[in-house]
C-alpha cells in the first residue's frame, strides 16, 4: 500500500497564495507523475496538472495556467502545489494522487482543505 | 475542448446491476478509469485501462469502452456501493474527468 501525505487544512484571505504538500514513499518519488486535483464543496474532480518529482517536469491545466506551480524537494520526498491569487471560488480539498503508467491514478493522498474567505 | 459526460444519477435496488456511462468523441480509442467516491473520502480507483480491476475491488465491478461510450457496470449491487463515480481519460496531455454520477442503492 502507498502512502500519500498531506499537509493540513489551511485558511487564506483573497488575494493570497497558498503552498500544499503531498510527501510520497521513495519508490513512488522517483518513479511516477504526481498529479493533482481539486473538489469544491458537492462538485466533482477537477485537474491542476502533474509534476515529474524526479524530473521536475511539469504540465498545468489551462484554468489554472500562470496561478499555479508544482515543485518537488527530493531531500524529503515531498511534491509541492502553490496556488496564487486566490479567490473565494478556489475554496476546495486539493488532492495529490499517482498515475501509473499514464493512464491512472492508483493511490491518493488524503485531501487538503483549503478555504479562502475574507 | 474535449469533454466527458455522465448521466448525473442512477438508481438501483439492491442485488441488481447498475450501469454507470461515460461519453466523449471517439472514447473508445483510448483507456478510461473510474474511481469511486464516498462522502468525506478520497478517490478510490475501481476500474483502470477500460475492464482492468485493481487488486481488493470486487468482481462485481467490471468495465468496457467501445465507441464514444465507456461503461462501468456494477452487478449484484450492495448497499456499500452507494457512492460518487467518476471516468477519467486523457485529450492532448491533459487529464479529464467526467462530471460524475451518483449512485443511488434504493
Known amino acids: 500500500q502507498v502512502q500519500l501525505v498531506q499537509s493540513g487544512a489551511e485558511v487564506k484571505k483573497p488575494g493570497a497564495s497558498v503552498k500544499v504538500s503531498c510527501k510520497a514513499p521513495g519508490n513512488t518519488f522517483a518513479s511516477y507523475d504526481i498529479h493533482w486535483v481539486r473538489q469544491a464543496a458537492g462538485q466533482g474532480l477537477e485537474w491542476m496538472g502533474w509534476i515529474h518529482p524526479k524530473s521536475g517536469n511539469t504540465g498545468y491545466a489551462q484554468n489554472f495556467q500562470g496561478r499555479v506551480t508544482m515543485t518537488t524537494s527530493t531531500a524529503t520526498g515531498t511534491v509541492f502545489m502553490e496556488l496564487s491569487s486566490l479567490r473565494s471560488d478556489d475554496t476546495a480539498v486539493y488532492y495529490c494522487?499517482?498515475?501509473?503508467?499514464?493512464?491512472?491514478?492508483?493511490?491518493w493522498g488524503q485531501g487538503t482543505l483549503v478555504s479562502v474567505s475574507s | 475542448s474535449y469533454e466527458l459526460t455522465q448521466t448525473p444519477s442512477v438508481s438501483v435496488s439492491p442485488g441488481q446491476t447498475a450501469s454507470i456511462t461515460c461519453s466523449g468523441d471517439k472514447l473508445g480509442d483510448q483507456y478510461v478509469s473510474w474511481y469511486q467516491q464516498k462522502p468525506g473520502q478520497s478517490p478510490v480507483l475501481v476500474i483502470y485501462q477500460d475492464a482492468k480491476r485493481p487488486s481488493g475491488i470486487p468482481e462485481r465491478f467490471s468495465g468496457s469502452n467501445s465507441g464514444n461510450t465507456a461503461t462501468l457496470t456494477v452487478s449484484g449491487t450492495l448497499a456499500m456501493d452507494e457512492a460518487d463515480y467518476y471516468c477519467q481519460a486523457w485529450d492532448s496531455s491533459h487529464v479529464l474527468f467526467g462530471g460524475g454520477t451518483k449512485l443511488t442503492v434504493l
Open positions: 494522487a499517482r498515475f501509473n503508467g499514464a493512464t491512472h491514478a492508483d493511490y
